[in-house]
C-alpha cells in the first residue's frame, strides 16, 4: 500500500509517499523559520497562509521522486491534531479533497502518535515493546509503548516543556529564533561547572518534569552577571547540563519502573547532541538499546504521518467524508 502524508501542524510543510512493502519512498519538507523568526515566534495565520502556498507544490515534489503517478496511491494520511487549528485545517482539507478525488481512503494522524513511531522509519527500527521520551517544543513525556495504538502515559512536564524552556532560555541570552539550537551551539563553547543549575524533581519520586523553575534560574543568572560572550555560553552550557541530566535521571528511572530494555527518543529536542551521547552512555551501563531517529526526522515532517497512516489503514482504519481537527488531543490507548 502506497500512502501519501501531509503534515501541517505548525511551521513546517512536509509531504511523504510511504509504501508498506518498500518503505519511504520520497519525502519533502518545507521550514517557515525564516518566515516567523522577524517576529520571533510562530504567527498562526501567517503560517497557515504559508502552508496554502506550499503544500500543492510538495505533493507534486515529492510525486516526482518517487516517480508515483496518483493512481499508485491508495490512501492519504493527514496530521488532525494537536496543532494551529488553521495549519491543521489546510493539510486536513488538502489531504481529504484529494482522497475524494482520487477515490482512496483517508485517515487522520495523532501528530505525537507519529513522533513516537518516527523511528520505525530507520534502516534498523526498535521492536515492541519500549519507552519512548518525547521532547519537543510542546511536550516532555516518557510513554510507555507496548504495540501500535496501544500507549501509556508514564509522567509528563506540569508547566514548559523542555523545547519551550531552551527556547525561552535562548531568547534571554540574546539568541535568534528557534533559540534551542542555537543555544546548544552557543554551549559547546561554555565552561563546565563554572554554574550549576539545579536538575529540578530528581529527588522527588515519580516520573513527572518541571523545567519553568529552571527557565527562571537561568533568568536571575543571567540579571546577576555581566554577559560577556564567555559568560552567555557558560550560562548556556549550565542550562543544557541540567536538562540533559534531567532528562536521562528520569528515563533510567522509567524503564527500571517497567522493566523494559528499550528506550526511543522522540520530538526535536532529541536532535540535541549533548542529549544523544549522554543517554547512549547512561543506558548502555543498563544495558538498554537506545534509538533515535535520524535528525530530518526529529522535528516535524511528512515521513511519519505517512508511516502512521499506512499501518493505521492496513488495519482496516479510515476516516469518513467529514473533516475534524483537533488543537488539542490527548492520545489515549487505542485498540
Same mark, same amino acid.
Given at each position: ?22 518503505? &519511504? ?32 507544490? &510538495? ?96 509522567? #509528563? ?120 551521547? #549522554? ?57
Amino acid at each position: 500500500m502506497i500512502v501519501l502524508g501531509i503534515e501541517t501542524s505548525c511551521d513546517e510543510t512536509g509531504v511523504a509517499l510511504y509504501d508498506s512493502e518498500r518503505g &519511504l519512498l520520497a519525502h519533502t519538507l518545507h521550514s517557515q523559520i525564516d518566515l516567523h523568526a522577524v517576529y520571533g515566534g510562530v504567527v498562526p495565520e501567517l503560517a497557515s497562509r504559508d502552508h496554502v502556498r506550499k503544500i500543492l507544490p &510538495l505533493i507534486d515534489e515529492v510525486l516526482k521522486q518517487a516517480e508515483i503517478k496518483t493512481e499508485d496511491i491508495q490512501g492519504v494520511a493527514y496530521t488532525a491534531g494537536p496543532g494551529l487549528v488553521g495549519a491543521l485545517l489546510v493539510g486536513a482539507m488538502v489531504g481529504r479533497s484529494l482522497a475524494y478525488a482520487w477515490n482512496i481512503k483517508a485517515i487522520p494522524v495523532h501528530h505525537l502518535e507519529a513522533h513516537l513511531l518516527a523511528s520505525m522509519l530507520e534502516p534498523l527500527p526498535p521492536s515492541f515493546p519500549f519507552v519512548t521520551l518525547l521532547v519537543s517544543g510542546g511536550h516532555t513525556q516518557l510513554i510507555k509503548v507496548k504495540e501500535y495504538g496501544h500507549y501509556e502515559l508514564l509522567g #509528563e512536564t506540569v508547566d514548559d516543556a523542555v523545547g519551550e524552556a531552551f527556547d525561552k532560555t535562548a531568547k534571554l541570552l540574546g539568541l535568534g529564533y528557534p533559540g534551542g539550537a542555537a543555544l546548544a551551539k552557543l554551549a559547546e563553547k561554555g565552561v563546565k561547572n563554572r554554574f550549576h543549575f539545579p536538575r529540578p524533581m530528581i529527588d522527588r519520586p515519580g516520573l513527572e518534569f518541571s523545567f519553568s523553575g529552571l527557565k527562571t534560574f537561568a533568568a536571575n543568572t543571567i540579571n546577576q552577571h555581566h554577559l560577556d560572550d564567555q559568560t552567555r555560553a557558560d550560562i548556556a552550557c549550565a542550562f543544557q547540563d541540567a536538562v540533559v541530566e534531567t532528562l536521562v535521571v528520569k528515563c533510567r528511572r522509567a524503564l527500571r519502573l517497567v522493566g523494559w530494555k528499550t528506550l526511543v527518543v522522540a520530538g526535536g529536542v532529541g536532535a540535541n547532541q549533548q542529549l544523544r551521547s #549522554e543517554l547512549q552512555s547512561a543506558m548502555a551501563k543498563e544495558d538498554v538499546k537506545v534509538f533515535f531517529p535520524r535528525q530530518e526526522f526529529c522535528t516535524d515532517n511528512g515521513a511519519m504521518i505517512a508511516y502512521v497512516g499506512c499501518q493505521r489503514l492496513l488495519r482496516g482504519e479510515q476516516a469518513g467524508l467529514g473533516v475534524n481537527v483537533y488543537p488539542r488531543w490527548e492520545y489515549q490507548e487505542k485498540t
